[in-house]
Nanobody
Framework: VQLVESGGGLVQAGGSLRLSCAPSGARVSANFMGWYRQAPGKARSLVSSITTSGYTTYSDTVKGRFTISRDNTKNTVFLQMNSLRPDDTAVYYC?????????WGQGTQVTVSS
């Protein structure tokens, strides 16, 4: 299983970005999918997740600003990020979990300037 992420970049505070994660070798609809982020000097933390039944979760810091979704026909998971703030700056990683095994993407940098 390989995960390819895209959509990161540099944006001003208040702007938006949409991250994409497209796995090969596994279906987003059949696995737990999550977005994590890691800022310099900090631990990697869960931002949002979506289960096979479509149940979504969000960290308190992004609730109301970020939206996770998936397109089963494109086999892709998205993270729509609105009202971005400088403290959202981090490398964002996609996770696919089959239960017994976790697979990570290579990460995509998101930088929010003030």
């Amino acid at each position: 299983v390989q995960l390819v992420e895209s959509g990161g970049g540099l944006v001003q505070a208040g702007g938006s970005l949409r991250l994409s994660c497209a796995p090969s070798g596994a279906r987003v609809s059949a696995n737990f999918m999550g977005w994590y982020r890691q800022a310099p000097g900090k631990a990697r933390s869960l931002v949002s997740s979506i289960t096979t039944s479509g149940y979504t979760t969000y960290s308190d810091t992004v609730k109301g600003r970020f939206t996770i979704s998936r397109d089963n026909t494109k086999n892709t998971v998205f993270l729509q990020m609105n009202s971005l703030r400088p403290d959202d700056t981090a490398v964002y990683y996609c996770l696919l979990s089959t239960g017994p095994r976790n697979y990570w993407g290579q990460g995509t940098q998101v930088t929010v300037s003030s």
